[in-house]
């Protein structure tokens, strides 16, 4: 199966990368997106992409590292020259959060606002970051005019009011391993909310564990299984049934996913 967002960049995983696509092969995950979240991180993620077939990867700026990029030629250069590689699906993740202090928010908007133009023209779906942002978030995908179904709203946290709005809106919704926890009842509610056709799983690693692993240090794409098979049971549906509606929908969101 498909782990649509992880981060195989990020220290404990890529000191370690051969074995964690290896062991994520050996648990079915044969397929996994990882995102970029700065400039060299974008890059960095490429690169994983030229050496795993099963890797594949997005270009863009986290909104945590706003402050990191300045100049907005580069950034469109950046993205138009890796948009257009085989092997990069996506753009993003961007957006907004709150949850920090830093950087502020002005500056997260700034950025945010010059991902959107960018994005606009080109021809890719757009991982969105939202972290109690969800108002100024859709406010300024409205604003962008793109096409609502190309947006997908990675690792889900918020309260059911905000999950009514994202799908009002009609993008994608994709969860991780926080649905699994017991202290977030409301996540396992809402992961039943999303119809068929615009739910997604990740892992979010290194981030995230999900349950029974909890405890286990970093998350890796292996356990999106995990994910995959807490979200089925509480749809009623069986994990294999669930994990074939997933992937399609990755593939067909995600679309370069099977072109190569
Ligand atoms: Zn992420």
Redesign the pocket.
Known sequence: MIDT?C?LTYDPLFEKVEQVVQRAGAAGVDRMIC?G?TPVDSQKAFALTQRFKQVFSTVGI?PHYADQCSDRDELEQLIHFLGQQPRVVAIG?MGLDQHYPKPPLDVQVQLFQWQLEIAAPLDLPIVI?NRETTDPVLAMLRESKIDPARFVF??FTGTIEELEKILAFGAKVSFTGITTFKSAPHLAKAAVMVPDDRIMVET?SPFLTPAPHRKVRPNEPRYVTFVADFIAEQRGMTAQAFEALTDRNAEQFFTKLVLV
């Open positions: 967002h981060h995102v979240t986290h993740e970051h990675h690792c979010d």
